[in-house]
């Protein structure tokens, strides 16, 4: 948690002077305008991606990292589609927020190329249980967010479940490219 907590404290020191947002406070006088006030500063002053994996919540090694950073660009220079995977913390979102936020990040770090919509943002949040795959409109005309909902109850959840978040990350992958490849023009 505390180097999601260095990263948050950079965007909240770039945007206490427009939001009148002091954190962190201490954990024992947190208040719920408090968190509020936090999540919607995180929301509108988004850090800048800190890579193809954007791992927030720190929920992969650093070689698992390596990897999916690896297997994405190795499909973005195959097929075009640029990928990312951003894990968050509970802290940076409400529950019911999560999915606004979710697509909101896919928009504001422009996922996928320009003109071509072919972006594809998957978004997890192990403390809510919550995984959203935000599908550019490009992406959407290949395969739907039917088949992408399908990916996550049937191939993503069962191997969190089994064998945790990189193997289910590595799963997703791998379902995404596979139907992607076998329908993309080559």
Not at 30 to 44: E, G, I, K, P, W
Not at 89 to 110: E, M, P, Q, S, Y
Not at 169 to 186: D, E, F, G
């Amino acid at each position: 948690m505390k180097p999601l907590l260095a990263t948050l404290l950079a965007v909240i020191s770039f945007a206490t002077a427009k939001a009148q947002v002091y954190w962190p406070p201490s954990a024992d006088t947190v208040t719920y305008s408090q968190l509020n006030a936090y999540r919607q500063t995180f929301c509108d002053y988004l850090p800048k991606p800190i890579g193809i994996t954007s791992d927030y919540a720190h929920l992969f090694t650093d070689a698992e990292r390596h990897t999916l950073n690896n297997v994405i660009d190795s499909f973005r220079k195959k097929t075009s589609v640029q990928v990312c995977i951003v894990t968050l913390d509970t802290i940076c979102v409400a529950n019911d927020k999560f999915d606004d936020l979710a697509l909101h990040i896919a928009n504001a770090w422009g996922v996928g190329e320009k003109g071509k919509n072919n972006g594809i943002t998957i978004c997890l949040s192990a403390g809510y249980r919550r995984i959203r795959i935000c599908n550019g409109n490009g992406i959407v005309k290949i395969m739907s967010n039917n088949e992408t909902a399908d990916i996550i109850d049937n191939t993503i959840i069962p191997a969190i479940n089994k064998e945790g978040y990189y193997v289910g990350m590595k799963a997703a992958l791998n379902a995404i490219m596979k139907k992607l490849s076998s329908r993309m023009p080559h």
